[in-house]
């Protein structure tokens, strides 16, 4: 089994629910209707960073360059160009992440990612029942749950985290000292390492 990281750049990153329309759903039907053995998951990066686990790696990225190649000429309002690489960085091989998560670690994080894009997937390309900011709270709030995060946990790790997330957008960046204050007069002690 061989990891393939593919990045495709788009025209217009208004446009990437119709990527996922258009290209990985198509495709990742393909594979599981040929009962190739994979695993995958996609992120938006704003690009798409799209990851294949498989002993067919080599098929899969041959298959793919010709159908991106043909959607770059056909679609080229939606597709501007692709490549493989690694952390989105053109010619380097993707070789897993096992190293930071650990081994164990490492094979759930990317299965749970999976689960994720499958997920993102369905409710992306199709009219889903709930809202995507339901999913999403939900999917959160399960998971601080499984992890034993109490409110005041998870209200600090939102914090830190919109504080990472607004010094990303200089439209939020004058209000960065403001979110350092409530997060020092706010936060509680936890049990929880790294909180």
Request: charged content about 25%; proline content about 3%.
């Amino acid at each position: 089994m061989k990891w393939i990281e593919l990045t495709v750049t788009l025209a217009d990153d208004t446009k990437f629910n119709e990527v996922l329309s258009i290209l990985v759903k198509p495709y990742i039907n393909s594979l599981r209707n040929r009962n190739i053995d994979f695993n995958w998951h996609f992120f938006r990066e704003p690009s798409l960073c799209w990851r294949i686990y498989s002993n067919k790696s080599q098929i899969i990225k041959s298959e793919l360059d010709i159908r991106l190649k043909e959607l770059e000429e056909s679609n080229s309002e939606i597709f501007k160009n692709h490549y493989f690489g690694a952390f989105l960085i053109d010619g380097k091989e993707y070789n897993g992440e096992s190293e930071l998560y650990g081994t164990d670690a490492w094979e759930l994080c990317y299965k749970r990612w999976e689960t994720g894009s499958n997920l993102a997937l369905l409710l992306c390309t199709t009219e889903p029942m709930k809202s995507l900011p339901f999913h999403y709270t939900r999917d959160i709030h399960l998971m601080e749950n499984q992890l034993g995060f109490e409110l005041p946990d998870a209200i600090t790790i939102y914090l830190k985290w919109l504080k990472t997330l607004m010094g990303c957008d200089n439209y939020y960046k004058p209000y960065l000292e403001t979110m350092s204050e409530l997060i020092k007069n706010t936060c509680r002690k936890s049990s929880i390492k790294g909180i």
